[in-house]
């Protein structure tokens, strides 16, 4: 029976050499990997001995997948893969055969799209999450000691994967934005500090925001802007960088 497993990519050969695909698209889809947390397609692989394999179809993924380990090991050890028994391995090439026959262009790699193939992944890891507790609540009645402890440890880094693909499901929100009109001099040195404004530049930024917070001046995005260009509201040093960077960590709210 076929089953749908994460494996170790570092266990997986293919007969196709490498050689056969263009680096840049392997670059790319590495970085998508990376980037998404694994391949939407998973590989399809015929056992070859405890934990290796060798892939049927899907060569170039699985090269693509062995670039995203060589770029990151930490993230990119495992993939998803569809195990298929021996006896079923030209049954499935078949299968193959017809399905890139009939494929159109339309239908070959993209970028994935991370709104519309999110459900996708968190859906496949969910069948593998209640695949794992299914081994574990009932193992093998001959399963041996040793099998046994590859076997979980196994588990554990698959358990490892999920955990990494769901914390990018949900990833953290940004952090809120100072409001000028009310912080202080320490909260804007502190906020520009962090996105590598340098003294100079910090100096010049509060100078310019004490410089439209006086009497008969008004504190705005277009104001500021103003001192970072030669005229009477210049600020000196305070130029088009740092105005950028205080964007980035600032807001001035509007009524």
Not at 117 to 142: F, R, S, T, V, W
Not at 182 to 210: C, F, H, R
Not at 215 to 225: A, F, V, Y
């Amino acid at each position: 029976m076929t089953k749908f497993l994460i494996v170790e990519i570092e266990g997986v050969t293919s007969s196709v050499p490498r050689s056969n695909f263009e680096e840049a698209d392997l670059d790319i889809l590495a970085d998508s990997i990376l980037e998404s947390g694994g391949i939407l397609k998973p590989l399809v692989l015929k056992k070859i001995g405890f934990e290796k394999y060798e892939v049927i179809d899907g060569h170039f993924e699985y090269y693509a997948a062995v670039r995203a380990r060589e770029k990151n090991p930490n993230r990119g050890e495992i993939v998803n893969a569809f195990i298929i028994p021996a006896e079923k391995e030209d049954a499935v090439l078949n299968q193959v055969a017809f399905i890139q026959k009939v494929d159109t262009p339309d239908n070959q790699f993209k970028p994935p799209n991370r709104e519309t193939e999110i459900g996708k992944l968190l859906d496949q890891n969910k069948q593998i999450y209640a695949k794992i507790n299914q081994i574990i609540a009932n193992p093998p009645a001959n399963t041996e000691t040793v099998d046994s402890e590859q076997r979980f440890k196994s588990i554990e880094n698959k358990l490892e994967h999920i955990l990494s693909v769901l914390e990018k499901l949900i990833p953290p929100p940004p952090p809120s934005k100072l409001n000028l009109l009310t912080a202080t001099d320490e909260q804007v040195m502190n906020a520009l500090s962090k996105v590598g404004a340098n003294t100079n530049q910090i100096k010049a930024a509060l100078k310019a925001i004490e410089y439209w917070q006086n009497s008969g001046k008004i504190l705005t995005w277009e104001n500021l802007h103003k001192s970072t260009k030669s005229g009477e509201n210049k600020i000196t040093n305070f130029a088009n960088a740092t105005y950028q960077k205080l964007k980035n960590v600032a807001e001035i709210p509007t009524e």
